[in-house]
């Protein structure tokens, strides 16, 4: 078992490179399935995620390769199962995206209920709902979910709700099928418009991403091709919060500002100078940050739920009270507890925090226990006095590629230890 070892204190400043998003990664990994041809996906990061959705792939009998440069090629040719096996798709929620690309491919699939983060609920009953539209037979039976599409074909699909995983996957299944689909009241993150452009890469035919209304005419087959993702903007978002509560300095490289219009906004409020060029941010702190008075996390483009524990952490020394709402999971706040720990002062009820500043946080053994709210960790950390240590750190490397390194390089003073 591994945990990170913080000496807190440092300032942060440098050069932050952004990596592949990894909420773009993943359901493109799963829309290479669809492939007729070999895919090369450029800088695709090796965290633990991008790395379990590989191995499924590999299990379906796709041929994998991870180049030196970081490129990974799939060709999917070869694969011939329609089903994900259940052990691998509960390390995963994304594992529920290859319904929609293997229905498309195979007209037939079985997937496992996902894992991933256990940050709420997360019922896949708007993702049913929608392959239904598409004339999918399905039934869910012993955990299992099975998918029969031989009748599939073009239809349309209101979504109660715009979730980001049921667009992605409504999008896919309705690639390789009959007629046109549309989807109205669709999630617009950015994410959802690089899946979409990477899919009319491969010969796909979808118009209207990142509006609410995307219309997917389906197509015989889709050829291979050369793809980069978009950066992470909930790395970079991480990244700038950590230069702000240090009172740092960092220029981001690779992120399209916009994506981060909410969390910017945010920065400003908090007193931050932020600098936005075109695909570069420029964040100076010089003072302890100030209180925001409210923020409510929303789908796209409101301030996004993954950025809401790494704010949540640059609010505990901020000057003033701060109000966080999180509307979108019911229990995305576990890292409060820990946070208190370090001599945070936050109050819960229900789904909103109160944040009451305090001068400094101490350090503390505390534990990850998601994937946002582990970096939110360490973020808090990087500002403690003393050493905190930061246990269950396998949460964070799924969305990370070795935090410590990136952080260290600006200035950062922590260890990876094995234990
Ligand atoms: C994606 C992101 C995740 C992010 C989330 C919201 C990926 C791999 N993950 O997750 O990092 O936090 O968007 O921006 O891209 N819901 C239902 N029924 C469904 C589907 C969703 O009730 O069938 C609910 C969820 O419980 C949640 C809300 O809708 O309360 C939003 O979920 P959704 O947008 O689907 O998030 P994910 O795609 O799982």
Redesign the pocket.
């Known amino acids: 078992m591994e945990k990170l070892i913080v000496n807190g204190g440092s300032r942060l400043c440098g050069l932050v490179k952004t990596v592949s998003a990894?909420?773009a990664v993943?359901?493109i990994l799963a829309a290479s399935v669809m492939s007729d041809g070999e895919i090369t996906l450029l800088e695709c990061p090796q965290i633990t995620d991008v790395k379990v959705m590989l191995d499924i792939l590999k299990r379906m009998g796709c041929d994998i390769h991870i180049e030196q440069n970081g490129s990974v090629k799939i060709n999917s040719q070869s694969a011939y199962l329609s089903q994900v096996p259940q052990n691998i798709s509960k390390e995963l929620?994304?594992s529920i995206f290859m319904m929609g690309s293997i229905l498309s491919k195979f007209k037939k699939a079985v997937v496992s209920y996902p894992g991933g983060c256990e940050i709420?609920?997360?019922?896949?009953?708007?993702?049913?709902k929608g392959l239904r539209a598409l004339n999918v037979n399905i039934k869910e039976e012993d955990g299992y979910i099975f998918c029969d599409g031989s009748k599939m074909c073009g239809g349309f699909v209101h979504l109660d709700?715009?979730?980001?995983?049921?667009t992605e996957n409504i999008m896919m299944a309705a690639t390789l099928i009959r007629g046109v689909t549309v989807i109205n009241n669709a999630?617009k993150?950015p994410?959802i418009v690089d899946l979409a452009n990477f899919i009319n890469t491969l010969g796909g035919k979808i118009k209207g991403a990142g509006s609410d209304k995307i219309e997917i005419t389906g197509v015989k087959k889709l050829h291979g091709g050369t793809y980069k993702c978009i950066g992470d903007r909930i790395f970079a978002g991480t990244m700038l919060l950590a230069g702000a509560m240090t009172k740092g300095e960092l220029e981001i490289e690779g992120i399209n500002y916009n994506y981060l219009q909410p969390l910017v906004s945010k920065l400003r409020e908090s007193a931050c100078k932020i600098d936005c060029f075109n695909d570069k941010i420029y964040m100076y702190c010089k003072n302890r940050l100030k209180a925001i008075r409210l923020t409510a996390t929303m789908?796209y483009p409101g301030f996004?739920?993954?950025l809401q524990a790494p704010l949540m952490s640059s609010l505990t020394t901020a000057d003033g009270t701060s109000i966080i709402v999180e509307n979108?999971?019911e229990t995305r706040f576990k890292h409060v507890p820990e946070l208190i720990k370090m001599g945070a002062e936050i109050t819960v009820k229900d789904r909103v925090a109160i944040v009451d500043g305090v001068s400094s946080l101490h350090s503390a053994e505390i534990t990850a226990k998601d994937l946002r709210g582990g970096a939110a960790l360490v973020l808090a950390a990087l500002t403690a006095e003393g050493t905190t240590s930061i246990n269950e750190i396998n949460h964070i490397d799924r969305g990370y590629v070795s935090i410590e390194k990136t952080l260290n390089e600006l200035g950062a003073k922590i260890k990876r230890i094995t234990v």
């Open positions: 990894k909420n993943l359901p929620r994304s709420g609920l997360r019922p896949i009953d708007f993702h049913v709700y715009p979730s980001v995983g049921a999630a993150e994410e789908p996004p739920t993954d979108l999971f």
